[in-house]
């Protein structure tokens, strides 16, 4: 199993421009995530999806948009991209339960893609 | 206040070395608490899943305290591989998309 992968690694973006970055899993996870990570702020989640056809906003969600039009794929856009959203983007799947001592309990991340926007 | 605190450290140790990390949450009714581990530029991996009654897995000890509010994660015996950092990591509305709450994380640094 690949796990999560993230395309692309890396990203160098001008103020304006768009793009999309793609998530996919082989996990067959019910639940996928967007997180950004800047220095000194941690982990922030963007948007989540529980389910195929279904996303909601996370803790930052301005400025982006998801897709999740099949269960292994999760998107997310940029339409017009700002210089602060130069970050680290995760992506992350998991199963529907995370109950005390259930074993499959966690988030799974992608290794990451690093954009920057001048 | 943040949802989620640990002090940021550095924390450099020597090999061998026990280190013990803290966390506090803020939500009272976050039900699933995690350790994750973060290498240099690379993605989070889950270290362990942190119980109600504690749990342990192998050189790592994790407790949970309810009643204050507060996880902590112990290592024994630390490696040169244990240098990381670690995010302390809580779930609050666990059936409602597993949304979870990350620290900032503690670095470490395992000296030789």
């Known amino acids: 199993n690949a796990g999560v992968t993230q395309t692309p690694k890396f990203r160098v973006l001008k103020t304006g421009q768009s793009m999309t970055l793609l998530c996919a899993q082989d996990?067959?996870?019910?639940?996928m995530y967007w997180y950004r990570q800047d220095p000194g702020m941690g982990l922030r989640l963007i948007h989540y999806s529980v389910g195929e056809g279904t996303t909601a906003k996370g803790e930052v969600p301005d400025g982006y948009n998801v897709s999740r039009l099949k269960k292994q794929n999760f998107l997310l856009g940029l339409e017009s991209a700002a210089p602060s959203q130069t970050s680290v983007y995760f992506c992350?799947?998991?199963?529907?339960?995370?109950?005390?001592?259930?074993?499959?309990?966690?988030?799974?991340f992608g290794p990451g893609t690093r954009l920057t926007v001048t | 206040r943040k949802e989620v605190e640990q002090d940021p450290g550095p924390f450099n140790v020597p090999e061998g070395a026990t280190v013990a990390f803290n966390c506090t949450y803020s939500n009272s009714a976050s039900q699933s608490f995690f350790w994750y581990r973060q290498d240099c530029r690379k993605e989070p991996k889950l270290l362990m899943s942190?119980?109600?009654s504690g749990n342990e897995d192998g050189r790592f000890t994790a407790q949970l305290n309810r009643a204050s509010q507060y996880i902590s994660l112990l290592i024994r015996d630390s490696k040169l591989s244990d240098s990381a950092t670690y995010l302390c990591?809580?779930?609050?509305?666990?059936?409602?998309?597993?949304?979870?709450?990350f620290g900032q994380g503690t670095e470490l640094s395992v000296k030789p």
């Open positions: 942190v119980y109600s």
């Open positions: 996990m067959n996870h019910e639940y």
């Open positions: 990591v809580v779930n609050s509305r666990w059936n409602q998309g597993g949304k979870l709450i």
């Open positions: 992350a799947s998991s199963y529907p339960s995370l109950r005390d001592r259930d074993p499959r309990s966690g988030q799974y």
